[in-house]
């Protein structure tokens, strides 16, 4: 068979290193791939979110089955233009991936169907907001509506910072059109769990738990990013709470896009804020979330490809969805810098890795034959174990591995875990 595999980053690399375990598949190409990718697989030069030509590539090479990962082009409509030319895709249409395309939809869908979330207003008026926080308390939360790479969420701690935030969001408009509307939501507190599941409309699985860390810097210091790291399973998603999220969050969602229309097939992913008063919704995307996939997918002892067959074709009742006991961890490799600026095209070099680790590119780049970094977050260089503080280890050992000009880690991915599991023991 052959796949396409839609999408140029770690998720990406990862998701492709898992496809490749099944032996029906002959040939995997990635649109657009990346430096590593081609290493797994062939890279064509045609970018994520150029739904024209993707769907033209795939009728012309004859693609049995897609892979749309990023939101982009979920959000475009790219699975909808791929299906109408007969062409099965593991992920949501458009109509679907609309619950992470649009803040302003998710936030009314769980209110309206009463699923566990902050409180909040949206406004399209930015002098309206600025009124609005003269009775909120602080910090609030104000978010872009549309996708923002992850970036479009602000926590403001008081009100001058919030009128800031609404101003740079809504009339220096740095997300572009994502900010034409906003919402502004409470401040949860607890620790902050991801939950991955397969769903096919009818049925939902979830995936191994897993803990992100977003800032910058050691300590939840510096600048928000798309990720520097993370770990699996999250010791705080103990089995009470995940029994709580199936039967509060996960099955009611699912049920909301029905009843709404918008029946959800692919990966729908699940931000939980684990509160005093329960878990709640911080967030919905429609696709695999990056770098978490880094360490779930390394944990699936079952087949993706036949998972994401099971999904597209609505069979995933059937379908054994299983992971593995043990654990792993993901560091981020980025460019010194990152997520402001940061030099490129640096030559990565990579010595023999210790058994169990594995390195997932994400920026980069080939140039003259030579793998060079080509963006911000350059590599996930991931491990398995069976217990966390080994994966952890094995993560780290494995990076000193890898090498590049201005490159540069976090040194405590994983300790927020580790301390929790040694306050339980």
Request: aromatic content about 8%; charged content about 25%.
């Amino acid at each position: 068979m052959k796949v396409m595999v839609i999408g140029g980053g770690g998720r990406e690399h990862a998701i492709i290193h898992s496809l490749k375990k099944n032996s029906e598949i002959d040939k995997i190409y990635a649109l657009p791939g990346n430096g590593g990718i081609a290493k797994e697989a062939q890279c064509v030069a045609i970018g994520a979110t150029d739904k024209e030509k993707i769907v033209e590539f795939a009728v012309d090479n004859k693609i049995d089955f897609a892979v749309v990962a990023p939101d982009d082009p979920l959000v475009l409509g790219v699975v909808d233009a791929l299906n109408e030319k007969g062409i099965d895709a593991f992920g949501p249409r458009a109509n679907a991936a609309i619950i992470e395309g649009s803040k302003v939809f998710s936030k009314n869908l769980m209110k309206k169907y009463n699923i566990p979330t902050a409180a909040y207003e949206v406004f399209s008026d930015s002098e309206k907001a600025k009124e609005y926080l003269n009775s909120c308390d602080f910090p609030i939360v104000i978010k872009a509506d549309g996708l923002a790479l992850g970036k479009g969420v602000i926590i403001a701690p008081n009100l001058e910072e919030a009128k800031d935030a609404i101003d740079m969001i809504m009339k220096d408009k740095v997300f572009g059109a994502s900010g034409n509307n906003i919402v502004i939501e409470e401040f949860l507190t607890g620790p902050e769990v991801s939950v991955l599941c397969f769903t096919d409309g009818k049925c939902l699985k979830p995936m191994v738990s897993s803990m992100d860390h977003k800032r910058a810097l050691d300590n939840d210091e510096g600048l928000n990013t798309g990720g520097m790291g993370t770990i699996a399973p999250n010791p705080c998603y103990t089995e009470s709470i995940a029994k709580e999220c199936m039967e509060t969050i996960f099955i009611p969602t699912m049920e909301a896009m029905n009843k709404e229309g918008r029946t959800f097939k692919g990966c729908l992913y699940f931000g939980l804020m684990l509160t005093p008063k329960g878990p709640k919704v911080i967030e919905y995307n429609c696709r695999f979330g990056d770098p978490e996939t880094q360490v779930v997918l390394p944990l699936l002892k079952s087949d993706l490809f036949d998972i994401m067959r099971s999904v597209a074709n609505g069979t995933l009742e059937n379908q054994e969805v299983e992971f593995s006991k043990g654990a792993a961890a993901c560091v981020i490799a980025a460019s010194k810098g990152y997520p402001q600026k940061y030099d490129k095209g640096f030559v990565i070099t990579e010595e023999s890795l210790p058994e169990g680790s594995f390195v997932y590119h994400a920026g980069t780049a080939l140039k003259d034959g030579k793998v060079v970094t080509n963006g911000g977050r350059v590599l996930g260089i991931t491990a398995t174990a069976d217990n966390l503080e080994d994966a952890i280890k094995k993560a780290y050992a494995a990076s000193e591995k890898v090498s590049f000009e201005n490159k540069y880690q976090r040194s405590d991915i994983g300790k927020k875990a580790l301390d929790i599991l040694n306050r339980e023991n």
